[in-house]
């Protein structure tokens, strides 16, 4: 429910803090004293498309901020963490609008900032507002199918068959793409053939490029490289004037000084340490000579193996890793191709089993709509009777479809006759203005136990109404204050009188400023209300006041 609605700087109103309690709350007032700001501050609130001349004359901008008190905020928490925005704290959900004079419009849910779109679906789950033009919603196919799902309890069915039929969807579209996707010419298949079987006889390897590379350049420049080896053996070790010749000369000289005189030992290590190094070198330059390859044959073939490397990526993408990767795409494409019959009878058999299984869900959806139309039907009409329509007709149809679609094998029409002896047509065809405010009245009656939404408001639904059917109106809403909050603008004293709470807008002029003002009233204050309402302050406009106020 509404806990509270703040109005800043929005038209007449200059600052008003509106603490809203349950059940029928009814706004009234002399015309053109304001009523109308509290429609427009909560259509603000609730996604509306904000107007600048909206703004207090003399101000940089509005801003309008509700709290609502919600019963179960699980559902709209889950919404609003698939938005990005704050959850609700506890059970409370803070809405705000700012609205600035150059146009930088603003919204925040729970403190976020949110997108317009968010807001207005957001809005959709708190308030059901409704007018003398405000009844779209009614007359849409897709809102009258929601409404009698929700008096069929078909929601547990409605979303069994919505699973089926995006089961099925998926199926039927898998079936299309292969059906399309996967035909090829007799010289595209051969094509595929010739290029996975050249790329798997090649048997690549990522890493043996680099390999391949290094071999081929340690081959190609045999002679030079043991060439330099040779020499460098020579000069370390394969000569009489050798360094290692002369290292083991200087080693043994050494030896017998140590021999001579121990203190000068130590500072003489390092002799040892370069022999034993330069030992190591000549093993390891005596081992890479013997790796060197100088087989004119080990050479060509490695010559033969990169020519196959380089033809491939020319052919294939530019690299070892783009070959291998066309490899896996040609093979997937060609088993795809030849398997193509196999695969289109398993999910031709596959797309047969969901469109069954879709008909059984859309069947038994069908049998609770069947069901539930009628009966639903006739509570409108007993609510239509009670509004004034004596003998009017009131029907609801099930227009079967060419093939299931997501909501079932059905369209949900509600068809409508005010007078006698007419047939019955889709109710957004045949209902006046003032016909509508009480249709959707009765409508809103029937459903009360399951329309989920927790804020009704009815924007002078009363107009052109009177009399005994204005009683009717007004206990309808207090009816429906039982299991929602509804709050009601009104011009109709039988309506006032029923209210829970009353609220009454006045305009006043103070300082060179009309300022619009809302304060609830009681007592002898409602009193006269009502008695101005009934077109006068006399005494028996009073009597008659008190006389509505004493019955409710």
Known sequence: MLASL?????????????????GLVCITGETGAGKSMIVGALKLVLGERADRSMIR????????????????????????????????????????????????????????????????????????LHGPHDHQSLLSRERQRAMLDAYAGATAALAAHQAAHAAWRASRRE??????????????????????????????RIEEEDELVQRYKTAANGSRLLELVGSSLQKLADDDDSVLTHLRQLQRGLRELDRLDPTVGARLEGAETALVELEELENTLRDYSDRIELDPAALSALEERINVLESLKRKY?????????????STLRLSRIENRGEALATLEAQEKSCRQAMSVTATSLRKLRDKAGPKLAKEISGHLLDLGFKRALFEIKLDPLPEPGAHGGEEVDFHFAPNPGEPSRPLRLVASSGEMSRVMLAIKSALARQDAIP???????????????????????????????????????????????HYEVTKEFEGGRTTSSLRLITGEERVIEIARMLGGKEKSALEHARTLLSGH
């Open 455 to 501: 804020l009704l408001v009815f924007d002078e639904i009363d107009a052109n109404v009177g009399g005994e059917i204005a009683t009717s109106v007004g206990r309808k809403m207090a009816d429906l204050g039982g299991s929602h909050q509804v709050v009601a603008i009104t011009h109709m004293p039988q309506v006032a009188a029923l209210a829970a709470a």
């Open 57 to 128: 004359t003399g101000q940089d901008g509005c801003t309008v901020e509700a709290i609502f008190h919600l019963a179960q905020p699980q559902e709209l928490n889950a919404q609003l963490s698939e938005a990005g925005l704050e959850p609700c704290e506890g059970d409370e959900l803070l809405v705000k609008r700012v609205m600035t004079s150059s146009g930088q419009n603003r919204q925040f849910i729970n403190n976020s900032p949110s997108t317009l779109a968010s807001l207005k679906e957001i809005g959709h789950h708190l308030v059901d």
């Open 175 to 204: 079936l299309d793409e292969l059906a399309h996707a996967e035909r090829a010419t007799d010289s595209e298949v051969e094509l595929l053939h010739h290029q996975v079987t050249e790329i798997e006889a090649a048997n690549l």
């Open 317 to 329: 993408g530019g690299s070892v890793e783009a070959v291998l990767a066309h490899l896996q795409k």
């Open 6 to 22: 703040r109005i800043k700087n929005l038209a007449l109103v200059e600052d008003l803090t509106w603490e809203v309690g349950p």
